[in-house]
């Protein structure tokens, strides 16, 4: 037994080669991604381009809550993290909007569906006792995830789902995405930077973040928070989620 598990345990060469690839996956997921699909939740092609214009108008929706205790069950069920069945439920839900509400006939016919968004991923932060400013400004990262809207099944986006977020749990893939930001805010001038930056988010669908909060109850001002909601302006829907 210990020979087999030996032999399937990578070595050193392929872990390298592994971690490589993963970098250079990460370095150029962003300067290298195309277009979404023109989904009748999203703007033309012809309007993306070079960029998405800010309309200037705002509007908030809010979603209704999910226990906490359904996806932990999708969790325990499935053996995912609780962000896995998250950003499977997330896809499920853009899915059915498209499909019942907007009739899309991308997804109807099955055609072309690819629909991507920037996920926040913080990153850890300094700790200095002698300046406390260092901890309280975020380390953010945006990479680009693929939402797997065009999978008909709840376990198929689950597992497609699972895929996408391994890639995040990838420091070679997460370094790559750090070296691109790192290039295009501190080398390149400003008008390039915010030129690449335009049109990579013109080019997805969504922008998302999901924000764990305390899972026991918490008191301000000696009142009980019921709930939190979260504004956030951006050129394309900012989607929000919190565990509360």
Do not use: W
Not at 35 to 55: C, G, I, T
């Amino acid at each position: 037994a210990a020979a087999v598990a030996s032999r399937r345990r990578p070595g050193l060469l392929a872990t390298c080669c592994s971690g490589v690839r993963m970098f250079f996956r990460g370095m150029m997921s962003i300067l290298l991604m195309k277009d979404d699909a023109e989904l009748k939740m999203n703007a033309p092609v012809q309007e993306r381009r070079p960029f998405l214009r800010y309309s200037g108008r705002h509007v908030f929706t809010r979603m209704p809550s999910v226990p906490t205790s359904d996806i932990k069950a999708v969790r325990a069920a499935h053996g995912c993290t609780f962000n896995d069945a998250i950003m499977a439920a997330l896809a499920g839900a853009l899915r059915r909007y498209s499909l019942e509400n907007l009739q899309d006939p991308a997804l109807l016919s099955g055609g072309d569906a690819e629909c991507k968004c920037f996920m926040l991923l913080g990153l850890p932060r300094p700790v200095d006792p002698r300046d406390a400013s260092v901890s309280l400004a975020n380390k953010i990262l945006t990479p680009v995830c693929k939402l797997p809207i065009e999978e008909a099944s709840p376990e198929g986006r689950l597992r497609k789902a699972v895929s996408m977020c391994n890639d995040l749990k990838s420091m070679s893939y997460i370094m790559g995405i750090n070296f691109t930001t790192k290039l295009v805010t501190s080398v390149m001038p400003t008008g390039i930077m915010r030129k690449i930056a335009s049109e990579a988010i013109s080019k997805c669908t969504a922008n998302v973040t999901n924000l764990p909060f305390p899972d026991v109850p918490v008191k301000l001002g000696g009142q009980e928070l019921k709930e939190v909601q979260v504004a956030f302006v951006n050129t394309i829907p900012q989607i929000s989620m919190l565990s509360y």
